[in-house]
């Protein structure tokens, strides 16, 4: 077990915390409960995401899904719909998958044992210690980014939060931190003083309760800690997105698996390996291929769209006089906007769709 030192000792740095907790905490709708279900959803939700952004999200899906059955009988549509605009759209899907899993595994009884949510998908590490410290006050430590930034700034640890050493330090030390506490208060105490105090810029070190033993703060390294292993690269893409609008109708596709926003719906698409404009002759030529020769192009808007490891530049291009071969393009279809608007889209979709399309579908 490795081992820390500070000068306040570390059962005064978990009294402080907790302290701190006790005092700053905000009101949020799944502190107030110990229904790993309730949680699980909360937990899932607001993974990458900013509490105020989760916060409608959770509050949509309790309202329709008020339990896990009701959860697992849900078509993916409806989810992917509910998701919509939250990103990381595997989420989603995955949960689904999860409550039916509960609902195959545990009779519809969602677990509260880090053993058992372990094994379910899409429930990692972090994931198993909230839900069993929250409802059953298992002593498991969570480990998200804000307790690793906390414990790397007031410890001093310098190995990267990301390596598999660092991993090890930080996961042995988060765990002898939890043991004689009370596990669901000192885990939500921690990640809220990560959250709202040990931010990860511009920590509010002047009024810190934990500054005088804090390591950081006395040796200057706030802004460094904690360290992390260089990001792999991210991936640029261009989509061409081509809006084909007769009377009401509109052409469609459903994404296929094995890529971003899979089984979600856009538009027909064409991928190119850099900007392509409507003076690029190869580029005419495939559109052509796809929507005949008659057809008239014009560009419409372009937006950037960020992902975790991709950037996507998005081209959306307006059609006139075309036609389209539904045998030879089996994924494109054509149906009304009002059936449009009721399937799950990827947000930069969804976006378009509500400026140009939903109330003036002019273009
Ligand atoms: S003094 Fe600053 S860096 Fe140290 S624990 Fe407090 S807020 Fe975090």
């Known amino acids: 077990m490795i081992s820390f030192d500070c000068i306040f000792g570390e059962m005064s740095f978990q009294t402080e915390l907790i302290k701190w907790y006790k005092i700053n905490k905000r009101d949020l709708p799944w502190r107030n409960t110990t229904d790993p279900y309730v949680i699980w959803l909360s ?19 309790l309202e329709n899904f008020s339990t896990v059955k009701r959860f697992a009988a849900a078509s993916e549509n409806e989810v992917l719909k509910l998701w919509q605009g939250l990103g990381y759209y595997s989420r989603g899907r995955n949960m689904l998958f999860t409550a039916k899993q509960v609902m195959e595994l545990h009779d519809g009884k969602f677990p509260t044992a880090y053993e058992q949510l372990i094994k379910l998908k899409g429930i990692g590490d972090y994931t198993a210690a909230a839900i069993s410290s929250f409802s059953n006050d298992e002593s498991k430590a969570v480990l998200d980014g804000n307790v690793f930034r906390v414990l790397a700034r007031y410890f001093g640890i310098e190995e990267a939060i990301n390596s598999t050493i660092g991993k090890k330090i930080f996961a042995e030390l988060a765990q002898s931190l939890i043991e004689d506490q009370k596990p669901s208060l000192y885990n939500q105490a921690i990640m809220e003083f990560g959250a709202l105090q040990c931010k990860p810029k511009s920590p509010h070190c002047n009024d810190c309760p934990l500054q005088l033993s804090c390591f950081a703060y006395n040796n200057d390294k706030v802004n460094v800690l904690p360290l992390k292993l260089k990001k792999v690269k991210v991936r640029e893409r261009w989509f061409n997105y081509f809006i084909g609008l007769n009377d009401d109708q509109i052409l469609i596709k459903q994404r296929k698996p094995g ?66 071969n539904f045998n030879l393009h089996t994924d494109i279809k054509s149906v009304t906007l009002e059936d449009f608007a009721t399937l799950p889209h990827p947000k930069v979709i969804s976006d378009f769709f509500e400026l140009y399309l939903q109330n003036k579908p002019n273009i």
């Open 43 to 61: 937990e899932i939700i607001l993974q990458q995401t900013r509490v105020e952004q989760g916060l409608p999200y959770f509050n949509k899906f």
């Open 259 to 324: 890529d971003v926003w899979q089984q979600m719906y856009d538009f027909p698409l064409i991928e190119t390996n850099n900007v392509a404009g409507l003076d690029d002759i190869d580029f005419i030529d495939d559109i052509k291929k796809m929507f005949g020769n008659n057809v008239k192009i014009r560009s419409l808007v372009q937006k950037k769209h960020m992902l975790t490891h991709q950037i996507i530049y998005v081209h959306f291009f307006g059609l006139e006089n075309y036609m389209i």
